[in-house]
């Protein structure tokens, strides 16, 4: 590995210096990030956090993972524990830590993709065909959902039980095929249009999460919800000001809200497709209010 001037470096200076860039081996180092709170900062003798589950077919890991790392981490000072592995949405795991953070839909696809055009990565420009010699087998792209019963039940106890729960983007596309992670998110997807520039409008200027925060815009995936909770918990919305509309949806949509559940508390916040959405300005500050009011700091 080699730094500025191709000067050569160990591997024990690299490791070094990942390491006090507050990411290492998937795990976020808040403490080594400067700043967090009293609270951040005793957690880790005992270990991360928050836990983040992130990435699908077609929101990549590493994408959310530097987003959050800077403005989660970095910024705020807290720590977190990243993985895209499903399996550790369960009780024994979720017992470790105080927020559970996730940003990925519902879908698995067993069988393949099938395009391989349409997964996460880029297609080359001018490429016309995927070669394969021997060729490959006939794919069945059959999506299937992901979270089981035990699944759903350990978010719900993990948030009654006093743990909160900060909600991105695609999660409303967990919501159809599990009907506890249904109720603790308070919303069920109905779609969302192709990327184009957004207002999120907030509409709740009193809340912790919102207090200092302006309306900003962003291009992102403007997700629209079938919102199922208190309308007093609505913080804000998106708006097409262009007057584009989502099937027969309208233009405007729920974009954001916080209640409490149980012992716990909930958030959700719909930007996050684009890392430029994740670090717009104002949304870094409703990210941060929203991680320190589920964690009871606001």
Same mark, same amino acid.
């Given at each position: ?92 795991? @979720?017992?470790?830590? %105080?927020?559970? &953070? /996730?940003?990925? !839909?519902?879908? +698995? ?85 192709? @990327?184009?520039?957004? %207002?999120?409008? &907030? /509409?709740?200027? !009193?809340?912790? +999460? ?89």
């Amino acid at each position: 590995m080699s730094v500025g001037n191709n000067r050569r470096i160990s591997r024990r200076t690299a490791m070094d210096l990942l390491a006090k860039g507050g990411v290492l081996g998937g795990v976020a180092l808040g403490s080594m990030c400067g700043g967090g709170s009293v609270s951040d900062r005793a957690a880790q003798s005992e270990g991360a956090t928050a836990f983040a589950l992130i990435g699908d077919r077609y929101h990549n890991s590493d994408h959310y993972r530097t987003a959050m790392g800077k403005t989660l981490v970095k910024d705020l000072g807290l720590s977190i524990d990243f993985s895209d592995e499903i399996k550790l949405l369960n009780d024994e795991h @979720l017992s470790k830590y %105080k927020l559970l &953070i /996730i940003l990925r !839909d519902g879908m +698995i696809w067993p069988n393949g993709h099938g395009d391989p055009k349409s997964n996460a990565g880029w297609w080359a420009q001018g490429q016309s065909e995927i070669v394969s010699d021997p060729p490959l087998p006939q794919m069945d792209p059959e999506r299937a959902g992901w979270i089981t019963p035990e699944m759903g039940k350990a978010v719900r106890r993990f948030v009654e039980n006093g743990g909160g729960a900060l909600l991105y983007h695609n999660v409303t596309y967990i919501a159809p095929y599990n009907d506890d992670f249904r109720d603790v998110l308070g919303a069920v997807t109905r779609g969302h249009p192709a @990327l184009r520039p957004f %207002k999120v409008k &907030i /509409i709740n200027h !009193d809340h912790p +999460i919102t207090k200092g925060v302006n309306d900003f815009i962003v291009s992102d995936e403007q997700h629209y919800m079938e919102y199922q909770k208190d309308p007093q918990y609505l913080l804000m919305e998106s708006v097409n000001e262009d007057g584009l509309t989502h099937g027969e949806f309208g233009a405007t949509s729920a974009a954001g809200w916080a209640y409490d559940y149980g012992k716990g508390r909930v958030c959700y916040l719909g930007p996050g497709h684009l890392i430029t959405a994740m670090w717009n300005p104002e949304y870094e500050k409703l990210q941060k209010n929203a991680a320190r009011w589920l964690l009871r700091e606001l």
